[in-house]
Structure formats: structure tokens, C-alpha cells
């Protein structure tokens, strides 16, 4: 079959690789219809390629049609239409059955210190092939995969793999309090998402923060107020300047390690990304080479006792944070991979509403087949040609 492969820094390329096939009871095949490429991706691209091998496949956003399922998978059958979330797991270990999905107990990558595995996501995930592929083996597919109806196009609900379960929990987190303000770091696709879902559950103010002209047009049509970048000298004064003196009540941080405006850290990470791979890890892994621009921005501006939820991935175990303003200002900080089955319950009858309220089908601005796949890698992490969200079609 014909899939994506990491090659080496912003070197990926489509290739023959071998299909997959069942190798567990637990497990199914499914034929990949859509799968997306996912702004962690794009620390993939650049940052976390020495947890890389060449020929590994990534993606980790699919959804398509069941075409083999081993013998202990009984509710889903081939030719069903299903999505696939992220992370895998198992459904009945003591994390998966308190809704800690992330946690997963059962595929646990004990060796690396790391959470449950994911699809096409380094060897510090478990080194699982990815679904930006013609095919993909489904591990634990007893539980994972998500059924979904035959009507309505693949973007109504690709999403449910990863970026809107993960912007769901990203709003729970933040614990809006009633007649509260939510700030939106970043308005790349989980930042969009977060800010239509909290207008939907009834945030009463929802202040989207970029510097990107497309994005935030896309979120100004959707209703959400928006603080580009580029307009303002001090982003925090701004925020705390547009919410009475306070300051947002609560924030969601979903821009992540590569954040804009932190230019020593950027050059850091340039500099660990030409070490040999040996030497490269424990430096990402240990020493902090996240930019944390972001971070530092949403614990600066939201309110005193308010919430920053963190749905931006990040890497290092040494950032330097504000400790002493955390403290004396009584913040609250909840983050973490997103448990995508605990939220599909509450997501579903949105997706399935034909209005479309979360406006899933009007968020990939690039549908391209699996064969410009490297194209879309390169106009998505340049915020090239409006580029918002890329779909693969294989």
C-alpha cells in the first residue's frame, strides 16, 4: 500500500510499505477514506523528528471503512464506517475505566515514562504506524474504533479523532463560570473548535487570540471575537484591558512548543535539531526546549483564581515557569493528551445535527490526495496558500 513516511527533517514522502494485516484478536483493518494532518504533526516535521525513524508512518486523524476485524472485535464488522481516535486503548485497565483513555494502562509505553501509545507518533509513543495511509491496522479495535453513520461527508465527522474531542476537554477544563470571558491562544483547528465550542455550550464571551489573517477571519465568522497579534503591542495588557481590569476568566493554551515570541527557544530548537539522534533526545526530552511564549501568556492574563487549560503539546521536563505569580495568584492548571472516547457521548449529536453547529465542514481549507501529502506538510506548517486544515484522500 501506498502511506506517508517520515525521511528526516521537513522530509516526508510517499512510499510503498507493506500492508498491514491482523496480527491479534483485538485488532481490525480498516481501508483509510480521509485522514488529516494534525498541527502535533507539524512537532513531528520539525521539532521531535530523533524519536523518528526513516520509513515510519504517521498520521494519527483517520477514519474510513472496516474491511477485517480479528476474532474478539464484535462490535464493528467490515464494511462499517468508523473513526478511529488517536490514542488506543483498551476500554477496561483501571485508567480506561475511570475515562483516563490517554492513560490507557493496557498500551502504556512504560519503557519511555509516556501515556498510552498513539498512531504515528514517535518510539515515545509506542512507534504505532500512523493512518496517513491507504490502510491502517487498528490495535485494541474492540473499544477504539467510533461507528458513525453513511450520511453526511467524511468531515463531519473526521474531526472526532482527535482535534474536537480534544478541544471539547480543552473548554471542560477551562471551567468557564457562568457569565464568564474565555480567551483562545492560537486559532489553528483546535483553537477554532474551542472557541465554537464554547459559544456553544453558552460562554458568554469568547475572545480568540492570533496573528494569522485567515484564521482569524474564519473565527470572526463563527462569531468570536478576535486580537490579532500584530495589532497590539502587550497581548496580556490587551486581555486584561478588554475584561474590565481582571482579565479572562479562563484561557485555553492551544498553540503548544513551536509558539511565536520566543525567539532564544526557537533557536535552541534549530540547534538541538542538528545533533545526532543519540544526543538530541534527552535534550528534548529533559531539558526544556519548548517555546513557551504561550504558556506564559495565558498564565499572565487570565484572572487571578482563574483556569488555563493547555491543549498545546509540549516536550521538555526543565521549562522555567512563573512559579511565584502561579502561586500568589491562585491559578489553576489542567492539561494532558485529550481522552477522546470520554467526550464522544457529548460531542456526537452536534456532529450529527444537519446545521452543524460546530461548522465541521467548514474548517479543512485543503482536500488533497494522499500523493501531495508532503505538499500539505509544507503549506500547513508555512501557513502557506490560507491554509487552515489539511484532509488527505487516499
Known sequence: MKALTWQGKRDVRVEEVPDPRIELPTDAIIKVTSTAICGSDLHLYEVLGPYLTPGDVLGHEPMGIVEEVGSEVTHIKPGDRVVIPFN???????MCTRGF?????TTQVREQGKGASLFGYTSLYGAVPGGQAEYLRVPQAHFGPIPVPTDHSDQRFLYLSDILPTAWQAVQYADVPPGGTLAVLGLGPVGQLAARIGRQLGVERVIGVDLVPERLALAAAHGIETLDLRAVDDVVATLIDLTG????????????MEAHGSP???TAQAAVGLLPDALARPLIDRMAIDRLDALHTALKAVRRAGTVSV???????VDPMPMMEMFDRGITMRMGQCHVKR????ILPLVLDPSDPLGT???ATHLLPLAEAPHGYEIFQAKDDA????ILQP
Not at 481590569?245 to 503548544?256: F, H, I, N, T
Not at 491554509?387 to 489539511?390: I, L, S
Open 88 to 94: 488506543i486503548s483498551c476500554g477496561h485497565c483501571w
Open 101 to 105: 483513555f490517554a492513560q490507557c494502562e
Open 245 to 256: 481590569g481582571r482579565g479572562p476568566d479562563s484561557v485555553v493554551e492551544a498553540v503548544g
Open 264 to 266: 532564544a527557544a526557537k
Open 311 to 317: 491543549s498545546g503539546v509540549y516536550g521538555g521536563e
Open 343 to 346: 467526550w464522544i457521548d457529548d
Open 361 to 363: 465542514e467548514d474548517l
Open 387 to 390: 491554509c487552515v486544515k489539511v
